[in-house]
């Protein structure tokens, strides 16, 4: 179902708000996810890539954006050493090579979830809105393309704006 809705919206054009899925029949509809990732797999499509290898081209270039963020937020946290070593971890699991292939868009959640650790823990430090509002984008897209992702860093976020209120 991840990849299916990608080629109708590079055949048909865009309609983010009625993506067509065809587990449940007639109408295909499933509302419960927003197509950002298939949106981004028919662009690569509109370059001339066939819709496997664009949908799994997706898939990895999100895949080395969540490796970028995972680096930068253990560097961050806990030096340059645990961020080469969790880089490595990540990059070269088993589990890491074998799913940065598939169609999946676990990684572009992944990405937008990390990115909104990272950026949140920037406006913490900083007090600067920018990384406030680039912590809210990157939490909608990680929240929109898998709202189950979304949960799981909404209440650590929660906690640094209260946190920030109390301070003034």
């Known amino acids: 179902p991840t990849a299916h809705p990608a080629s109708p919206l590079y055949q048909a ?7 067509q899925l065809p587990v449940f029949g007639p109408p295909s509809l499933l509302p419960c996810e927003f197509p950002l990732f298939q949106a981004a797999a028919s662009r690569v499509m509109h370059l001339g890539v066939a819709p496997d290898a664009a949908v799994r081209l997706t898939a990895r270039i999100c895949f080395l954006i969540t490796a970028a963020l995972v680096w930068r937020l253990l560097v961050d946290l806990a030096g340059e050493a645990a961020g080469l070593a969790g880089l490595a971890a990540f990059l070269f699991s088993p589990l890491g090579l074998l799913v940065s292939r ?35 984008v990157a939490g ?11 949960a799981i860093y909404l209440v650590p976020l929660m906690v640094l704006v209260l946190s920030a209120l109390r301070r003034g």
């Not at 990684?107 to 809210?136: D, N, P, Q, S």
């Open 13 to 19: 054009g865009f309609d983010l708000f009625h993506p």
């Open 102 to 136: 598939m169609s999946l868009i676990e990684y572009m959640a992944t990405a937008g979830a990390l990115a909104f650790g990272l950026w949140g823990l920037r406006w913490h430090e900083t007090g600067k809105w920018r990384w406030y509002v680039a912590a809210l």
């Open 140 to 150: 909608a897209v990680g929240l929109l393309v898998k709202s189950t992702t979304g």
